[in-house]
C-alpha cells in the first residue's frame, strides 16, 4: 500500500508536470509560461528597469559605450567599425530578437516553423520567388567586399553574443508563448532581411498575371485606356521640362512581339497568381527645400516611409559613431547600417520608385519532372532545388523548384489556384541579381557631400528607392536609383514567351541616365511614388505609381515661402484629399438630386459642405469613399468581370481622368448584363444609393466618423493571434494617397524632419516604441506622439555630452 | 508550528531552486520538505501547496506592481481568464501550488517507504 501511495502520487506530480510542459491544443506550455521565475512574467519589465550597466563580450576589440537616452536610443560610441557594427547587432538583438528571428525566417519561406500549418502557402510562395537564392546571390557579392564582409561579421557576432547569453527567464516573450526557440545569427540572414524589403517594396510593383488575363478578353486601344502608363495629372519627380539626355541604350521591340503580345494565338488564362502579394500600399513620401525656401536659409529635409505598421515596429532608432563616422536615424533590425537618417554634414531619405522590375516567361518543359526546359531550339536542364518546409507540429512538408536562365518557375503544375491546367512560369526579378545595398549605407552613413552621397548610391539596385538628398553646404537632389531593364514599350506588362531570349530584357538604363535633379532653379524636390518622368523621359518605365500624394505635396511645397520646420510637419500631417477635390464636381454634377430619399440627400449635403479634409472626424471622407468605391464598382465591375479569372482594377485616379474627359467612356458606363443602356447619371445616383446602405449601418453603430469607420491599428507581428498587444482604433484620419497616408494597417512608419542648420535641428517619430519587449513601457510609448503629429527631437549626441543620457551600458572584451 | 517551517520551507527552497533550475524545481522542493518533516499526508499536501501558492503569487503580485500592471494586462486577454488580471495571478498560483502539493504528498509516502524498510 505505501509503496503503491509513493508510486501513485509521484505518477500524478510527474504526469502533471509534463502536460504542462507542452501545449495543450491551443494553449501554450502553460508551466514553463506562468512559473513566475522563468515565464511570461520576467518579460514584466520593471518600470524602474536599469538598462545600463557593464557587460564583457567575446569578440569585442575594444571598450565600446552605450549612453541610452530617456526614450531608450541608444547613441554607440566605438573604436572601430567592428566594435560599432558588433553592437548595433547586439542593441538589435537585446531589443528587437523575436521581430529579427521571425522576419527572416518569413523571408526565407521558414514562417511554418512558428505559425504551423496556416503559413504553408506563403512559405510556398517565398520559396518559389527564390528569396533564399535571392539573399545567396547578394550575399556571395557582400563577401566580395573586404569591408562589407567585415560589418556583415561583427553584426552576426553581436546578434549571436546576446543570443547565446540568454536565459530561459530572459527569452523574448513571444518565444515562451509559442514554445519555440531563436535561432543563432549569420551573415545569410541579413541578406534575408534585405531582400524582404526588396520583396515588399519591388515584387508587388507588377500585375503582369492579372493583365495577361485582362489582355485576353480587352483590345489593345482598352487596355490603354483602362490601365494608362501616364495620367493627365501626373506631377512627376523629376520636374517637367527638366531635359532628358538621349538614351545610351535603345531596345529593340521584337518583329514577333505584336503578334506574341497582343495576337488571337496563346490567350489562356493564368491561372496562378501569388496570394500573399505584397501590399501596394507600401509608398512614402519624401521631399526638400533648398535655403532659398526656408526662413534660415538651412535646406529642410523631409521623409516619411508608409509601410505596414506593427508592434515592434520595422525601425528601431540609433547614433552610430566610430572612428570615421557619426549618423543618426532609423536602422533596420537584422541588418547593418543607419537607413534613413543624417549625420555631421548630410541628411537623406529614401521613397518606393514603384517600377516594374520583376517579370514572367513561360517555359515548355519536357515532362512533369521539369528537369530539361526547351531554349533555343534545344532542351536545356534545370537546376532543381528541393525545399523543406518544417511544419509546426506537423513534421516537414517538401516542394520542389526548377530553375531556368531566366530565374525559378514560380509558377507550375504542382503551385497554382486551382486543380486546372497550371502554365509554367520562371521569373525575372532585379531582386535575383547580385548586388550590394548595405554599401550604399555604408558610404552614405559616412557621406560629407553630394559627390559621396552620388558614389554611395550607385551600388543600390534593388529595390529602386527615390534617395533625397541635402547637404550643410546647401545642395539639394534626388535620384531614382536602381537597376531597370530597359525596355521597348509594352515589354514586361504581360507574361512573355521564353523559348529563346528574343523577349528577354536587352540591356539596363545606364545609371547615369536614371531620373535625377539636383539645385533646381525652384528650390525644391519631393517624391510620393509617382511616375518618376513625364511622357519625354526616352525609356519605358511601366510600374505601379500613385499620382494624387505628390500632386498635393508639390502643391502645397510651390505655394510656401520662408518654411519653417513647423511647416513640414504640418504638411507631414496633411489631410486634404486632391483626388477628392477631382472626383467631387463630377459627382454633384451627375447626380439626381431628384431621386434621392431624405437620408441619401443628407448624406449628399454633409459631402457637398466637406472641406475635402480626410480628418479622423470627418464624414465627408467616409461618405467619399463608400460613394467612389460603389461608382468604380458600378462602372467596372461588369467589364472585369468578362475576364476569367481576374483582372487588375483600373486605379482610382483613371476612373477619375476619364469621368472627367467623360464622352469616349460611355462604352464602360454601360452595364453589359442589363438590356437597357445605363447612363453616367444612373450609376453616380445609384452608386449613391448603395453607398447609403453602407453608412447608414455605420451611422447607427455611431462609426460614421472616418476615424471610426476605417480603425486604423498598429498590430503585434502575429497579428490575430494577440490582439492584446495591439494598439486599435487610433484617432487618426488620411488614407493611401492622402500625404498623411494612414490606412487601416499601413502608414508613415517613421516620420523625420532634418532642419540642416550648422548644428543639425532633427525631428521623428515613429509607431511604436524602442523596446520589442510587450511588458516594457518602452514597447508602445511612441504611438500616442505619432497620433497627435508630434515628433521626438533627436539629439546627435557629441562625446563630453554623456551626462544627457539616462543609462550608460558599457561593454568591454571578454 | 511545523506546519508553517515546512511552509516557509517550501516557499524558500523553491525560490532559490528556481534561480538555477527550470520551473518545474518547484516539484523537488516541495517533495523534500515532506520527505524531510513528517506529516499526516493531508497536512503535507497543505504545507506543499500553500509554499509554492503563496511564493508563486507573492512574485507575481510583487513583479505586477513594478510593472505598473502593463503585461498581466495584455495577458490576461492572451491566456483563458477572459482579461481578469486577478484571475491570471490565480491561476499561476494554482498550477504552482497543485504541483507543489502533489509532490509533498509524494515525499511523504516516499518516507513512508524508507521509514518501514530502515531497520
Known amino acids: 500500500m505505501r509503496y503503491f501511495l509513493a508510486i501513485l502520487f509521484s505518477a500524478l506530480t510527474a504526469g502533471l508536470i509534463f502536460l504542462l510542459d507542452r501545449p495543450l491544443g491551443a494553449l501554450p506550455p502553460l508551466g514553463p509560461l506562468l512559473g513566475p521565475q522563468h515565464g511570461f512574467w520576467q518579460n514584466a519589465e520593471?518600470?524602474?528597469?536599469?538598462?545600463?550597466?557593464?557587460?564583457?563580450?567575446?569578440?569585442?576589440k575594444g571598450k565600446v559605450d552605450v549612453q541610452l537616452d530617456d526614450r531608450l536610443v541608444p547613441h554607440v560610441f566605438a573604436e572601430n567599425d567592428e566594435d560599432l557594427y558588433f553592437v548595433q547587432g547586439y542593441l538589435h538583438a537585446r531589443f528587437r530578437l523575436f521581430q529579427i528571428d521571425l522576419q527572416t525566417r518569413a523571408a526565407e519561406g521558414r514562417a511554418s516553423e512558428f505559425a504551423g500549418d496556416k503559413a504553408i502557402r506563403f512559405d510556398l510562395e517565398q520559396r518559389r520567388l527564390g528569396m533564399r537564392f535571392a539573399a545567396e546571390n547578394a550575399l556571395a557579392e557582400v563577401e566580395k567586399d573586404p569591408e562589407s564582409k567585415l560589418v556583415f561579421d561583427a553584426y552576426t557576432r553581436g546578434v549571436n553574443a546576446y543570443i547565446d547569453g540568454l536565459t530561459q527567464a530572459e527569452l523574448p516573450l513571444e518565444y515562451k508563448l509559442l514554445g519555440v526557440?531563436?535561432?543563432?545569427?549569420s551573415n545569410i540572414r541579413s541578406a534575408l532581411l534585405l531582400k524582404m524589403m526588396a520583396r515588399n517594396l519591388s515584387s508587388g510593383t507588377e500585375i503582369d498575371l492579372s493583365l495577361t488575363n485582362a489582355k485576353s478578353v480587352f483590345l489593345p486601344d482598352e487596355l490603354k485606356k483602362l490601365y494608362p502608363q501616364v495620367h493627365d495629372s501626373l506631377m512627376p519627380i523629376i520636374p517637367t521640362g527638366t531635359p532628358f539626355a538621349d538614351p545610351g541604350i535603345t531596345p529593340v521591340r521584337p518583329a514577333s512581339a505584336d503578334s506574341i503580345l497582343f495576337g488571337k494565338s496563346g490567350l489562356e488564362p493564368v491561372l496562378s497568381g501569388e496570394k500573399h502579394a505584397p501590399d501596394p500600399s507600401n509608398g512614402s513620401n519624401n521631399w526638400v527645400l533648398a535655403g532659398s525656401k526656408t526662413s534660415s536659409g538651412a535646406p529642410i529635409l523631409c521623409n516619411d516611409p508608409h509601410l505596414e505598421l506593427s508592434l515592434p515596429s520595422i525601425w528601431y532608432e540609433m547614433q552610430l559613431q566610430g572612428p570615421n563616422s557619426n549618423v543618426y536615424g532609423v536602422s533596420l533590425p537584422g541588418s547593418p547600417y543607419v537607413i534613413i537618417g543624417f549625420n555631421d554634414s548630410?541628411?537623406?531619405?529614401?521613397?518606393?520608385?514603384?517600377?516594374?522590375?520583376?517579370?514572367?516567361?513561360?517555359?515548355?518543359?519536357?515532362?512533369?519532372?521539369?528537369?530539361e526546359y526547351w531554349f533555343d531550339g534545344q532542351w536545356r536542364k534545370s537546376k532543381i532545388r528541393i525545399e523543406a518546409i518544417e511544419v509546426k507540429g506537423k513534421g516537414t512538408i517538401y516542394d520542389t523548384v526548377a530553375y531556368t536562365i531566366m530565374g525559378p518557375v514560380m509558377f507550375d503544375a504542382s503551385f497554382t489556384d486551382t486543380l486546372a491546367k497550371g502554365e509554367n512560369l520562371?521569373?525575372?526579378?532585379t531582386g535575383h541579381d547580385a548586388s550590394n545595398e548595405g554599401r550604399t549605407f555604408y558610404q552614405l552613413n559616412r557621406a560629407k557631400n553630394y559627390d559621396e552621397y552620388e558614389a554611395a548610391i550607385q551600388h543600390f539596385a534593388c529595390p529602386g528607392q527615390n534617395f533625397v538628398f541635402a547637404s550643410k553646404t546647401g545642395d539639394i537632389a534626388i535620384w531614382q536609383q536602381g537597376k531597370f531593364p530597359a525596355r521597348w514599350p509594352d515589354q514586361g506588362l504581360y507574361i512573355m514567351p521564353g523559348e529563346d531570349s528574343t523577349f528577354f530584357w536587352q540591356g539596363y538604363i545606364p545609371y547615369a541616365e536614371n531620373p535625377h535633379v539636383k539645385n533646381p532653379e525652384r528650390g525644391f524636390l519631393e517624391s510620393a511614388n509617382q511616375r518618376p518622368v513625364d511622357g519625354t523621359y526616352p525609356y519605358f518605365v511601366p510600374g505601379r505609381y500613385i499620382t494624387p500624394r505628390g500632386v498635393t505635396i508639390e502643391k502645397k511645397l510651390m505655394a510656401m515661402n520662408s518654411v519653417t520646420v513647423q511647416d513640414v510637419m504640418d504638411l507631414h500631417s496633411d489631410y486634404f484629399n486632391s483626388l477628392a477635390e477631382d472626383v467631387r464636381p463630377i459627382l454633384l454634377k451627375y447626380v439626381d438630386r431628384a431621386a434621392l430619399s431624405a437620408t441619401e440627400r443628407r448624406y449628399l449635403n454633409l459631402f457637398e459642405q466637406w472641406d475635402l479634409l480626410a480628418s479622423p472626424d470627418s464624414k465627408g471622407q467616409t461618405?467619399?469613399?463608400?460613394?467612389?468605391?460603389?461608382?468604380?464598382?458600378?462602372?467596372?465591375?461588369?467589364?472585369?468581370d468578362r475576364v476569367y479569372p481576374s483582372a487588375p482594377w483600373p486605379e482610382e485616379q483613371t476612373t477619375m481622368e476619364w469621368l472627367a474627359r467623360d464622352s469616349t467612356y460611355m462604352p464602360f458606363i454601360d452595364d453589359r448584363r442589363t438590356d437597357q443602356i445605363e447612363t453616367l447619371t444612373e450609376l453616380v445616383t445609384n452608386s449613391l444609393k448603395t453607398a447609403s446602405v453602407v453608412l447608414q449601418k455605420h451611422e447607427r453603430e455611431g462609426k460614421l466618423n472616418w476615424s471610426l469607420f476605417k480603425e486604423p491599428s498598429v498590430n503585434h507581428l502575429l497579428r490575430d493571434a494577440l490582439p492584446s498587444f495591439a494598439r486599435k482604433k487610433l484617432p487618426v484620419g488620411g488614407n493611401g494617397n492622402i500625404v498623411n497616408a494612414i490606412t487601416k494597417s499601413h502608414g508613415p512608419s517613421w516620420r523625420m524632419v532634418v532642419h540642416l542648420t550648422s548644428s543639425t535641428e532633427a525631428y521623428g517619430i515613429y509607431p511604436g516604441g524602442q523596446n520589442g519587449n510587450p511588458g516594457s513601457r518602452f514597447y508602445d510609448d511612441y504611438i500616442d506622439t505619432w497620433v497627435q503629429g508630434k515628433y521626438n527631437k533627436l539629439n546627435l549626441m557629441r562625446r563630453g555630452e554623456e551626462s544627457s543620457a539616462r543609462w550608460t551600458l558599457t561593454l568591454k572584451p571578454l | 508550528m511545523k506546519s508553517l517551517i515546512a511552509v516557509l520551507s517550501t516557499a524558500i527552497l523553491s525560490f532559490v531552486a528556481g534561480i538555477f533550475l527550470p520551473w518545474w524545481t518547484v516539484a523537488f522542493a516541495a517533495g523534500l520538505v515532506a520527505l524531510l518533516m513528517p506529516q499526516k499526508s493531508f497536512i503535507s499536501f497543505l504545507c506543499g501547496f500553500g509554499g509554492v501558492f503563496m511564493l508563486?503569487?507573492?512574485?507575481?503580485?510583487?513583479?505586477?506592481?513594478?510593472?505598473?500592471?502593463?503585461?498581466?494586462?495584455?495577458?490576461?486577454?492572451?491566456?483563458?481568464?477572459?482579461?481578469?488580471?486577478?484571475?491570471?495571478?490565480?491561476?499561476?498560483?494554482?498550477?504552482?501550488?497543485?504541483?507543489?502539493?502533489?509532490?509533498?504528498?509524494?515525499?511523504?509516502?516516499?518516507?513512508?517507504i524508507f521509514s518501514s524498510v530502515a531497520p
Open chain 1, 426 to 429: 520562371a521569373v525575372r526579378w
Open chain 1, 346 to 371: 548630410i541628411a537623406w531619405g529614401v521613397t518606393n520608385s514603384q517600377r516594374d522590375v520583376k517579370d514572367y516567361y513561360r517555359i515548355k518543359f519536357n515532362d512533369d519532372s521539369r528537369t
Open chain 1, 46 to 60: 520593471s518600470k524602474d528597469h536599469d538598462f545600463g550597466g557593464s557587460l564583457s563580450l567575446a569578440g569585442l
Open chain 1, 181 to 185: 526557440q531563436p535561432e543563432r545569427w
Open chain 2, 56 to 112: 508563486w503569487l507573492g512574485l507575481t503580485i510583487w513583479i505586477d506592481r513594478s510593472n505598473d500592471g502593463l503585461l498581466s494586462a495584455r495577458m490576461a486577454l492572451v491566456l483563458p481568464v477572459g482579461g481578469n488580471v486577478v484571475f491570471l495571478h490565480l491561476l499561476t498560483a494554482f498550477v504552482g501550488g497543485l504541483i507543489g502539493g502533489l509532490a509533498a504528498l509524494s515525499g511523504k509516502h516516499l518516507r513512508s
Open chain 1, 623 to 640: 461618405i467619399y469613399e463608400c460613394w467612389f468605391d460603389s461608382l468604380q464598382s458600378a462602372i467596372w465591375k461588369d467589364d472585369l
